[in-house]
């Protein structure tokens, strides 16, 4: 009797902590762990394995090919090799999109279908197999299987459906945008291999804190976590929050390694020079590296890439550059000719003032240590804020 009294608390203490331990377990995202590929140019089997059954849908996106597979909230612990492109496929991608969820990019050379996908268990329940085998098909059948999909193209709608707080009245918005993020990791650097969205994100957060010490300003990330926002995304969070300033935060790499130091960037329908026109073209695929097409962008950005931005927005974009490349002057590293522009479609709305800031070269040693110390985030913060206090009082001054 006395070891039943014992005996029966302890089962449902243990039975409770089972049930808890168990909702923990549904609640954590998917771990993918391990992955293989193997297959020739005619068809290639990809196969990737989780700690337990994944939901997962597939369909296509053209211009180039890609099959896209999404997912729940996924965890990636692949190596690099595991999951390197061959076969049918030149380039392989994932990561998170936001919003819960996640998605496998399979950029291919030419069109192909998936000929079968099916999760598979494990011998002894150790865990599932998501088994997907490709084949090359013709132009016609691509262009079929794009147009019996249910599949819209509605990553980019979906999220910019998310509401978006209004600022405070009186308040000087400025969104701070952190380059890239989730499933699209930008550039890698040369001597850490730390990922462009890491820098970007670290020195938004330590802008927007500076930002927001400033009277009168009141500055917000586009995205605060490690997260997938689609190009017009940026754009319309910017708009709806009513923002009077969009800085873009990027730090790309080059082919010349030798070369370093910040540039800032305005929108102009005419590239600059090569230089600009090239990094314009590599950032303005960030959708297609995440498998979102250009023709799911809301119609109004579709217009803005025609018509890009009034001439007033562009004047007084090009009016915060030039205060940015003054601060910076004998403080901070600039490359030659450091106000630049060219078509960047993450700076196309039409009545806010925007730039994209490349903060260095993650390609040049010396740029890559600076992006990731602290204490020259700190520093570069606060020159900005006083660009952002001349480029405010020029305003004023004009009567803006």
Known sequence: MFLSKIIRPCLFLALLFGLAAGARAEEAPLLAYGARIAGDDARTRVVIEFDRKPEFFVHYVGNPARVIVDLPETAFGLKPEDLRARGVFTEIRYGAMGAGSSRIVLTAKKPVAISGASVREDEGSKGFRLVLDAERVTDARFAELLGEQKWTGSVAATKTARSVEPASNGEFVIAVDAG?????????????????????????????????????????????????????????????????????????????????????????????????????????????????????????????????????????????????????????????????????????????????????????????????????????????????????????????
Request: charged share 25%; no cysteine; glycine share 6%.
């Open 180 to 400: 890239h993020g989730g499933i699209d990791t930008g550039a890698i650097g040369a001597d850490t291999k730390i990922e462009e969205k890491s820098v970007t994100l670290a020195f938004a957060q330590e802008l927007a804190k500076t930002l927001n010490e400033e009277a009168g300003i009141e500055a917000f990330l586009t995205r605060d976590k490690d997260e997938f926002l689609s190009l017009p995304e940026r754009v319309h969070i910017a708009r709806q929050r009513g923002a009077n300033l969009f800085i873009s935060l990027h730090a790309d790499t080059l082919k010349q390694h030798d070369i370093r130091g910040a540039t800032v960037y305005t929108i102009s329908d005419k590239a600059s020079d090569h230089l600009a026109a090239n990094l314009a073209e590599r950032e303005n695929l960030s959708d297609e590296i995440a498998g979102v097409a250009l023709t799911s962008e809301p119609a109004e950005v579709a217009d803005i890439l025609i018509d890009l931005t009034r001439r007033e927005t562009q004047a007084f974009a090009i009016n915060l550059a030039r205060s940015v490349v003054t601060s910076f002057q004998g403080q901070i590293n600039l490359i030659n000719n450091p106000h630049r522009h060219a078509g960047f479609r993450v700076l196309q709305a039409p009545d806010v003032p925007s730039i994209l800031l490349e903060l260095g070269f993650m390609s040049n040693k010396d740029d890559e240590k600076l992006l990731t110390d602290p204490a020259w985030r700190k520093k570069v913060s606060g020159l900005l804020v006083e660009a952002v206090r001349t480029y405010r009082s020029g305003k004023t001054a004009d009567g803006g």
